[in-house]
């Protein structure tokens, strides 16, 4: 099973492609000379272009070839996931979007700096740094890993043809590249994945026979109501777990809010979210419809090297060989689509990671960066990061099973830094002490469960020798969570665990919800026991005061008891405040005359509305 010509072109056509897109958008426009363009697109995004690269962004290689192994070996029970869709994205439409974009931030970890304190901004960065450098070499090496095994395809060959193509087109084009070049790999995507299911449905006999093989054998799971967390998948663990999980990529994560913060308006940043929904909903019918195609074909046709696919992440390249070997440029166009996942989520890192670098560790500290200078520094960031990415996937290369061991404990990280980001959102009186001692705290129950885990796996693996089986990743793919989901679970898990043994079986869709409520409570006790942040002290853009709009029945004097202080924000305008700070406390409704002179110049940081009478005053000098 070899490439033809036409497969080869199709292939090389989608590299070109790619690079044509960077090199035009460095030569066209502003020529990415500011860093707002090379970061931001100039803030001039339209929301259909946003919302597909929101989509390619975490429909990674690894959701590509890992839902449909899935679906073949465990049933439809997995799709159960895209229940936690709908809060998973009306949440970040609602809370997170809003906030962000009104806020004008580069880095989504400015906000914790508004919010907190500079440490706690610098925690947040360091914590994502580390989580997209591993990630960037493990989405790069395991694809090409499974492409050289079925193709025979030289695997350094592959590796350093994907990351210096994205490398490329990233280091020159800046954010509008990386965007136009994740629509297109999106629709490839989709065309690689239609062709598969089409030819394979056909070879079967039709969607009928497809589905009543999956159903004589088992394969259409029913609704699984069992609470229990250490249970696999359950509609609990799916439906709700997965909420955390969406939370932590389409709600905090840099590479995600960075394209909201792309948009032109706020309107088209959350149009851009609303548009991903049945986006998502789509990618993951075709992920299992794959799986159920591929079970149906092998159960009507003998499996002729079943050594090619002991590993379950080359189960899907195996299986489009074998069906498309007779239809020359199908399975080159399955395998561009198979890149195009690796390719979006990799350019997606090497701009975030550039980004968050410049924005919260390299400006803050050289206030006196010249346009110019940051702009080339930035793309110096991207190209060595890129650089960086193909020594990571060196050293995935080396670290054989301990590989499993690096995905488990990167998955986790997510979900402290989804934790973190709700202290600051909905609880009004944390402080930065207990900010930072949440997050180490959600750090170290995340490593401690993910390590045991994994020690716990390869212990039982010893003594009874189960057949391993590779999670696959959710079909959101990746930077947080498609290494959750790539987490080594046995299908012998050990009798009948107990104590602490029985707490590292959690299950692994709980991970990010268990994760980001330690951060929560760790923080909340931390806050209240070192004294809690005055309302008065924070500034109402940065918090959504949830407590308030839930019980919006209670007496106006108890909701307004739940705001902690805090200042109101004007209605027909957010950034406004409509209770302004004085040395005498607060001064309600407009300031005319001599009393906004007098203000104007003792305030510290306002701002007026396009009248010129209402004004929000962060502090006074008197």
């Known amino acids: 099973m070899r490439f033809t010509t036409v497969d080869y072109i199709i292939f090389a056509l989608l590299l070109i492609l790619s690079s044509a897109i960077g090199l035009y958008y460095a030569l066209s426009g502003g020529k990415q000379r500011t860093t707002q363009e090379f970061l ?224 032109r308006t706020e309107k088209e940043a959350i149009l851009s979210c609303y548009a991903v929904f049945p986006c998502q909903q789509l990618v993951l019918g075709l992920g299992c419809l794959t799986g159920l195609v591929m079970f149906a074909y092998y159960q009507k046709n003998e499996i002729q090297n079943p050594e090619m696919i002991a590993v379950p992440d080359q189960m899907v390249l195996y299986f489009v060989m074998d069906i498309l070997q ?44 010249t346009e110019s200078r940051a702009t080339l520094l930035s793309k ?36 402290p830094l989804l934790g973190i980001f709700c202290l600051g959102f909905f609880f009004p009186f944390t402080n930065s002490i207990g900010a930072v001692t949440g997050l180490l705290a959600g750090l170290v129950m995340a490593f401690w469960i993910g390590i045991s885990s994994f020690v716990d796996r390869m212990a039982a693996g010893a003594s009874s020798s189960p057949v391993l089986n590779v999670t696959s990743a959710p079909d959101v793919g990746n930077l947080t969570t498609t290494v959750l989901t790539t987490l080594l679970t046995s299908t012998m898990a050990p009798k009948g665990p107990t104590g602490m043994k029985r707490f590292h079986a959690l299950s692994y869709m709980w991970y990010s919800a268990h994760n980001s409520t330690t951060v929560v409570i760790v923080g909340i006790i931390v806050s209240l026991l070192t004294g809690p942040m005055k309302g008065r002290d924070v500034d109402p853009r940065t918090v959504y005061l949830v407590l308030p709009k839930l019980l919006f029945f209670l007496p106006e004097r108890y909701k307004e008891k739940l705001r902690f202080g805090v200042p ?25 005359g001599s009393e906004k002179d007098d203000m104007e110049e003792s305030a510290i940081g306002f701002s007026r509305t396009d009248g010129g009478h209402s004004y929000v005053v962060q502090e006074t000098s008197l």
Request: charged fraction near 10%.
């Open 40 to 263: 931001l697109a100039n803030r001039s995004m339209g929301f259909i272009p946003v919302s597909l690269s929101l989509l390619a962004t975490f429909q990674s290689a690894v959701a590509i070839l890992g839902v449909p192994s899935e679906i073949y070996r465990f049933g439809t029970e997995y799709w159960f996931l895209g229940c936690s869709y709908i809060l998973g994205l009306l949440i970040p439409a609602y809370i997170f979007i809003p906030v962000f974009y009104r806020l004008r931030l580069t880095s989504t970890y400015e906000y914790l700096e508004l919010r907190f304190s500079k440490i706690v901004r610098i925690c947040g960065t360091v914590t994502f740094i580390f989580q997209m450098v591993i990630y960037m070499g493990v989405v790069l090496y395991a694809p090409a890993l499974a492409f050289n095994a079925v193709t025979g395809f030289s695997l350094w060959g592959v590796v350093l043809t994907m990351g210096l193509v994205c490398t490329l087109y990233t280091t020159l084009g800046g954010l509008k590249a990386v965007i136009w070049t994740d629509v297109i790999q999106t629709l490839v995507m989709f065309a690689g994945q239609l062709a598969v299911i089409i030819v394979g449905t056909a070879k079967v006999g039709g969607i009928q026979d497809v589905w009543s093989i999956a159903l004589e054998n088992n394969k259409i799971s029913g609704i699984n109501f069992n609470p229990d967390p250490f249970v696999r998948h359950s509609i609990w663990s799916l439906g709700i777990g997965g909420i955390f999980l969406m939370l932590s990529l389409y709600g905090v994560n840099q590479a995600q809010v960075q394209r909201y913060l792309s948009s």
């Open 568 to 592: 109101h924000v004007a209605e027909d305008n957010p950034n406004l405040i409509v209770e302004e700070k004085s040395c005498n406390g607060f001064l309600n409704g407009n300031v005319k």
């Open 326 to 369: 007779d239809f020359p440029g199908l399975p080159g166009l399955f395998v561009a689509c198979l890149f195009s996942g690796a390719l979006s989520t990799i350019s997606s890192a090497f701009n975030s990671l550039a980004t968050v670098t410049m924005e919260d560790l390299i400006k803050p500290y050289y206030p006196g960066l």
């Open 380 to 415: 110096g960031l991207a190209l060595t990061y890129g650089l960086l990415c193909l020594g990571m996937a060196y050293i995935s290369s080396l670290m054989g099973s301990v590989l499993q061991a690096a995905l488990s404990i990167f998955g986790i990280v997510g979900g």
